[in-house]
């Protein structure tokens, strides 16, 4: 049986043993309701208090069935209430226990520090990519509920714990967004994962302007403010409306036909030293071809035909949805 329906019965019969003592006293032997009640807890409880009143033969059997009533009850109620509390403790163990152990395997993944409106507007934009492991780091608990019923794996805590990071697997991360609610919180984050970790992309929110450089410094690879991006966004939306529909149609319309993905280029794919004229992407799958970023960091775009890609090249393609999977494939056949 549930335990939460064995403490409710339990419960209710607490109040239908106090009804029928209480009842009974008052029928038998003429007492005060309040005398009555007070008869029922007392012999309840097994405290061993005298008798009130004297009892008249029917009270004393009464009372005697009573007793035994109540002590068989009093079992009961005890041992629901501590499978209430047993179970409810085994489960917070082993639920810990499988998170922690989830947060283990992860490798290559994104953590993200803070789960307000920015962190958990991040982790639904990567959880509908289902590309890579997420991990937050939070501290309140309505955010440690949120996450807990979206199953994502958290840590719950101060993000600017550097026990708390470690235990994220800072160490094994591609990652981290530092999106917590003060700039100088995601200053001290960024610092010290870029020392866990020299290797790991840094993205920081900035709240100010001011602070842009600070996060640099600190060891962010890239710092964004929603604010400044917003007013960008609807200022764009205004003077260039058809490239920003464009845009959200390729990039934010996760329902749309046409995507715009970037994909990395496998050592061991096929199309390895070829010519993008030789290589059929545009005949065969009627894809576009925006840009090829090299591994040193320098971007082509509208790369012309003799174009070669090579390993660890990262192609930037305009397509269908279903057309773009087919290339990443063959771009990447370990995939």
């Not at 842009?212 to 260039?240: D, W």
Request: with cysteine; proline share 3%; hydrophobic share 45%.
């Amino acid at each position: 049986m549930n335990r939460n329906i064995r403490l409710l019965i339990s419960i209710f019969f607490l109040f239908v043993m106090l009804f029928v003592g209480s009842f009974g006293y008052v029928l038998i032997e003429g007492w005060s309701f309040v005398d009555a009640l007070y008869m029922t807890v007392i012999t309840l409880s097994t405290v061993g208090y005298g008798e009130i009143h004297e009892l008249t033969p029917v009270g004393r059997v009464f009372t005697m069935v009573f007793v035994f009533m109540s002590v068989g009850f009093a079992f009961y109620l005890a041992g629901s209430i501590v499978q209430f509390m047993m179970e409810g403790r085994i489960r917070e163990i082993l639920g810990r226990r499988k998170l922690e152990k989830g947060i283990k395997k992860q490798k290559n993944h994104l953590i993200i520090c803070g789960f307000g409106r920015v962190g958990s507007s991040i982790c639904d934009e990567l959880a509908k990519s289902k590309r890579t492991g997420i991990v937050v780091i939070d501290r309140d608990p309505e955010a440690i509920a949120a996450l807990e019923e979206q199953g994502i794996y958290y840590i719950a805590g101060e993000a600017t714990d550097e026990e708390n990071l470690i235990q994220a697997g800072v160490e094994k991360a591609r990652g981290l967004v530092a999106a917590l609610k003060t700039d100088s919180d995601n200053v001290y984050v960024s610092l010290t994962a870029r020392e866990l970790n020299p290797e790991l992309l840094i993205i920081a929110r900035a709240g100010e302007k001011k602070s842009e450089k600070k996060l640099l410094t600190a060891g962010a690879n890239k710092v964004v403010s929603p604010y400044l991006m917003g007013g960008h966004r609807i200022a764009q939306m205004i003077v260039r409306p058809t490239v920003t529909d464009f845009l959200e149609l390729t990039m934010m319309h996760e329902g749309g036909k046409i995507q715009m993905e970037e994909m990395l280029v496998h050592p061991s794919s096929r199309l390895i030293d070829v010519a993008l004229q030789d290589s059929d992407i545009r005949k065969d799958l009627n894809l576009i071809i925006v840009a090829v970023r090299k591994p040193e960091g320098d971007m082509l775009f509208n790369p012309s035909s003799q174009t070669k890609l090579l390993g660890g090249d990262t192609v930037v393609v305009i397509g269908e949805k279903e057309n773009l999977k087919e290339l990443e494939h063959i771009l990447n056949p370990q995939s």
